[in-house]
Nanobody, 126 residues
């Protein structure tokens, strides 16, 4: 079962930073593109970033471009999301998912495989 575990969320003031982690167990995460999703209160879950299986290609939703950075560490079988310059609009539950064919990081069209994890809560508030 392709399941990932998210961690690193918390309460942070506007302008602050967090680093989210997405750890895989039981399978090689570097065989898959990986996407981060965010579900804000009262809103649908949305793709906010993805990274290709090789790690060469990345993409971001306009709402986070220039502030968030996605990366992966093959040795640790993990993907990360660095969140900078956080605003209250970034509040939500963040999930990571491995993606299968015909996902495309270029268009942020992600077809998740496996199941949703618990996610990690990010709250931006003063």
């Amino acid at each position: 079962q392709l399941q990932l575990e998210e961690s690193g969320g918390g309460l942070v003031e506007p302008g602050g930073s967090l680093r989210l982690s997405c750890a895989a167990s039981g399978f090689a995460l570097d065989r898959y593109p990986v996407a981060w999703f965010r579900q804000a209160p009262g809103k649908e879950r949305e793709v906010i970033s993805c990274i290709s299986a090789t790690g060469i290609n990345t993409n971001y939703a306009n709402s986070v471009k220039g502030r968030f950075t996605i990366s992966r560490d093959t040795a640790k079988n993990s993907v990360y999301l660095q969140l900078n310059s956080l605003t209250p609009e970034d509040t939500g539950v963040y999930y990571c998912r491995a993606a299968g064919y015909p996902s495309s990081c270029r268009s942020l069209e992600m077809h998740p495989v496996g199941s949703w994890g618990q996610g990690t809560q990010v709250t931006v508030s003063s």
